[in-house]
């Protein structure tokens, strides 16, 4: 008798879980307001990533195309995988004397981890994270960048 | 004692049916093979073979400095990111003697527990949907967005953070970071409940969970079986209570045992852990206190010569790191004790027996991450 | 009954008689063929590709996403876009495969399920196959459909195949008996097997609601069973993407495996279709004993739109079945049959049998 009245019980309290189950999902069948896709790529006008977002490394330039890099290299020793080379070259300055400046700051996109050292380490404070995400391309070495543009100089109150 | 549980190596004989659930499989949650012997429809024995993502990460962390180990052990276990940096962290804080500040153990021990949380969610996702139930992927992954978004607020990436670093953080928390969490807790506490009105309490998913991968305490302690599997099984192995670590000791939270042993028992500590790291974080989150956001280090960390060794309860389990210095900036050996490495080779006892679908529910129910086992 | 208004006797006797003016007796025949032969494989396929699309659409909704809305407006060419890409795939032969029943199961899965679509009631007098024993026919030749999953299972010399294609088919034929029994309450209740006899005796309110707690749990056992039937839902270990591989369809590709796909959504739409005929009163609007006014407004609606709303409401609540549940096991699925449904069943149809005597019903 125990094992039949087991059975009943058994089958009711199944079929009652499975209704729970079943209201849930009915419930979010009803709200399309509870919908969380976002319809990207038509949303870029509107999208705004965080601003700390770690897209890639960029050396910021104010508006007189200058920028803090002295090419001093510690964020090439500091890169744990060697996503940095600093090319540097010997000019001399208005005083006559020769002194380092960066010739190209090489940066390998498709090495970086994004661990940030470079960033944090650098003693000018040259380098920032950008907010670009869509690196995608055809070409592997289109990731390959330099960080420094044409023509562009060290800013002097950097070298302090 | 553990000479008679754990069995000698496995013989293949000439007549048996091997199906390989092969590295790519939907289920095996990373690139991993299970070599299953079938006879008929039960299992026979299943021997697992790793070794598909090895990458080097100990041996890389031989040739590089402190600070540069920890974006490495942030690709170990990535669903427990923040407890990989803070294992290196920890371990080289207390080789040195520095004294991290308060703020910083408050902030680390709030983000270990929404890593825990995310990583737990994410869990529940993809369980449900190994067993069929394919909505409870997108409810949990569709929660978790939360989490990531807070990580992407403060730090800049949702998964790999990289933030802890020997002595402290990188940077300090962004000013929304309470607020934010204390939306997110409101938020999450609604839900929760949903998630065992369309799982646990349902008839099929007990089916398919009870009475499935018995394992009792002793295979769990001879196995070195850690974290909610092992307290599945009634081994109370949570570091934050043997080891406290960071702000763990100022805090009241439950350590969940349940001696069920099968996979119904391993469900259900996970689910109640979710409920313990929320009050955990709602604890922590409104007393942090003001301060640094790191001690003051050396640029260049050199440990001193000896062995040094500290241990974490990630998601998954008691991850152990391991450090041999010999002077130098970077280490002469490193070696992580990684949870799943240990919980991987229990599937052998728990699995023979069972059907094929039985497989796939115990593998999900043991949580493995495949890139921790081989590192 | 004011559906005279909608009856299509009428036009399908017009059309009759225009064909017999114009050509002799043996041609109106053949012509009415392949009249009604093209009508059928037009609409399976547009129905087979709209319920992909529903399908695709009310599970994003369950999982709070969007699902397709790029292809066409509202993603509604999504289907087709996905069937001309399958069909420009390569048809991958294989070698050790026994060749003539390899390329033979799609069609007869296919056959099974246009020749179980005929019998269907749409409206009055539009009916393709009419006869006295309408669900047996039915039940009889979606059987048939067991029989293609068992030879693409064999054919594919593949054991993943064979195993999955062995499951399917003890899955089906157990199920195949709570089905028919299920059904079986209905025609004890009405005392007839012709489906277009079944819907008359709806005239004045569905079985289900006439037949009252009997009928109710005939009515949720067919639910079940014809989940099962159509290896769908809960049921669905055969063809399961994270079990070893996708079951007795696994070595088909291209046209092939959309025409196993698209089947396996006509089935859906057929034993949708036979649960609301014979349960929820098929093309009769919603009446109420002997409330005429209200009757005669129900009857406003068209049949068709009747028929087809009920077939939505039946697929809807298969589809939240699929999307709700995790899988059974084999063996759990054959215990859920032979120890809860069929017992269930067979109470019911005595206690069927004892309230018909007794005129308990409505």
Known sequence: MSSISKYFSDLFTGISSLWAGMRVTGKYFFSPGQIVTEQYPENRATLKMEPRFKGEIIMPHDENNQHNCTGCGICEMNCPNGSIEIITDRVANPEGKLERVIDKHIYHLSMCTFCGLCVKTCPSNALAFGQKFEHAVFDRHKLTKVLNQPGSSLKKEAKK | MSEEIIKDVIVREDEDYIVNLGPQHPSTHGVLRFEVCLKGETIKYVIPHIGYIHRGIEKMCESITYPQIIHLTDRMDYLSAHMNNEAVCLCVEEALQVEVPERVKYIRTILDELNRLASHQLWWAAFGMDLGALTSFFYGLRDREHILDIFEESFGSRLLHSFNTPGGLMHDVHPNFQNRIKEFIKYFRKKLPEYDQLLTGNVIFQARAKGIGYMNRETAIAYGITGPTGRGSNFACDVRKIAPYSAYDKVEFKEILLDGGDTFARYQVRMAEMWESLKIIEQLVDNIPEGDFTAKMKPIIKLPVGEYFKRVETARGELAVYIVSDGNKTPYRIKFRSPNFSNLFVMNDLVTGHKIADLIAISGSLDLVIPDIDR | ?362
């Not at chain 3, 053949?30 to 399908?55: D, K, R």
């Not at chain 3, 659409?57 to 397709?68: F, T």
């Not at chain 3, 999953?149 to 199920?175: D, E, F, H, P, T």
């Not at chain 3, 699929?322 to 005595?350: A, M």
Request: net charge neutral; proline share 3%.
């Open chain 3, 1 to 362: 009954m004011s559906s005279k208004l909608y009856d299509f006797s009428t036009l399908t006797g017009s059309i009759h008689a225009g064909l017999s003016n114009m050509m002799s007796p043996g041609w109106v025949v053949f012509s009415e063929m392949i009249l009604i032969g093209v009508i059928f494989l037009l609409s399976f396929a547009l129905i087979g590709l709209y319920l992909v699309y529903l399908e695709r659409k009310v599970c994003a909704i369950i999982q709070n996403r969007v699902g397709p809305n790029r292809v066409g407006k509202w993603g509604l060419m999504q289907t087709l876009a996905d069937f001309i890409k399958l069909i420009m795939k390569e048809m991958i032969p294989i070698r050790k495969a026994d060749h003539l029943l390899f390329n033979l199961a799609p069609f007869i899965v296919i056959t099974s399920t246009i020749m179980a679509m005929a019998a269907l009631p749409l409206a009055k007098g539009l009916q393709a196959i009419d006869f006295n024993i309408g669900v047996f026919y039915i039940m009889a030749v979606s059987s048939i459909g067991v029989i293609g999953i068992l030879l693409a299972g064999w054919s594919s010399n593949s054991k993943y195949s064979l195993i999955g294609a062995m499951r399917s088919g003890a899955q089906i034929v157990s199920y195949e008996l709570s089905v028919g029994l299920s059904l079986l309450a209905i025609v004890v209740f009405s005392g007839t097997m012709s489906l277009s006899g079944i819907i008359e005796s709806q005239v004045d309110g569905w079985w289900i609601f006439k037949g009252h707690i009997p009928a109710f749990i005939s009515f949720i056992i067919f639910l079940i069973a014809s989940t099962a039937e159509i290896n769908r839902g809960p049921f669905d270990l055969a063809e399961a993407e994270s079990e070893l591989t996708a079951g007795f369809h696994t070595e088909y590709s291209g046209i092939k495996f959309a025409f196993f796909y698209l089947a396996e959504y006509m089935n859906m739409f057929i034993v949708a279709a036979l649960g609301a005929t014979v349960f929820l009163g098929g093309w009769m609007p919603f009446h109420v004993g002997t409330w005429e006014g209200f009757n005669q407004i129900m009857d406003f609606i068209p049949p068709m739109v009747w028929f087809f709303s009920k077939t939505l409401f039946i697929i809807l609540i298969i589809m939240w079945f699929k999307w709700t549940f995790p899988r059974l096991r084999i063996d759990q699925l054959l215990t859920l049959e032979w120890k809860y449904l069929l017992p269930i069943s067979l109470f019911n149809i005595v206690l069927i049998a004892f309230i018909v005597l007794m005129h308990w019903h409505f």
